[in-house]
């Protein structure tokens, strides 16, 4: 089926400097996009959201950009810190009459004090 | 509550035992999800719940596993006889009716041997 998808990379970045996370999905019939961040031993949190009619949205140290074009997703985190070190999913839902979330593999931020 | 409430957090079993995860959803939250998350991978959906009716189940691996909200509030995701390739983290989450951001619990984590 149709599906979210990371090729499971480790990002390492040096505290302070800038990350981007990256991101492909194949379902063109998805219309919103959420990035969840998840810590070892908890659940995935939420970070930040994009519905598809919308190409950036930004959040706090946080931005997502969106390219339907090429089905492409990246979330940028400004001035990484150590608390930024976690796995990383993108995530997609289709308007279906609820919210059914399908997750990709994740990428693993690794922050270097 | 103030957050998804899961329990056992951790669970060994051995292979043809059943075991019963227990979840405790946000006070309130219409929707519930099931989602099953195997090392190194993003969360796979299992099934949801709009109160007590369980309107899609189609993640669900095999008949062995079964989920019921009986009340519309705690649910339990009970897998029969089971196998070591049910070993995995199973994650609840919920959410409010319309809303697309789901709140994970930290997951219970079952280890079949």
């Known amino acids: 089926g149709e599906s979210v998808g990371l090729h499971l990379p480790t990002l390492s970045v040096q505290e302070g400097d800038n990350s981007i996370i990256n991101c492909a999905y194949s379902n063109s019939a998805s219309d919103y996009f959420i990035w969840y961040k998840q810590e070892s031993g908890k659940g995935p949190q939420f970070i930040i959201d994009?519905?598809?009619?919308?190409d950036k949205r930004q959040g706090q140290r946080v931005t997502v950009l969106l390219n339907k074009t090429v089905k492409h997703l990246s979330l940028q985190i400004a001035a990484t810190q150590p608390g930024d070190s976690a796995v990383y999913f993108c995530?997609?839902?289709?308007?279906?009459?609820?919210?059914?979330?399908?997750f990709g593999t994740g990428t693993k931020l690794q922050v270097i004090p | 509550g103030a957050g998804v409430s899961q329990s056992p957090r951790y669970k060994v079993a051995k292979r043809g035992q059943d075991v019963a995860l227990r979840c405790d959803p946000i006070s309130g939250h219409v929707s519930l999800f099931w989602y099953q998350q195997a090392l190194g991978q993003g969360p796979e959906f299992l099934t949801y719940?709009?109160?007590?009716?369980?309107?899609?189940k189609s993640g669900l691996p095999s008949d062995r596993f079964f989920a019921e909200r009986p009340e519309g509030s705690v649910s339990t995701l009970k897998i029969q006889r089971t196998q070591q390739e049910d070993s995995a983290v199973y994650l609840c989450a919920s959410s409010q009716s319309g809303a697309n951001v789901l709140t994970f619990g930290a997951g219970s984590r079952l280890t079949v041997l």
């Open positions: 719940f709009q109160n007590e009716a369980q309107l899609d």
């Open positions: 995530a997609e839902n289709s308007s279906g009459g609820y919210q059914k979330v399908t």
């Open positions: 994009i519905r598809s009619n919308m």
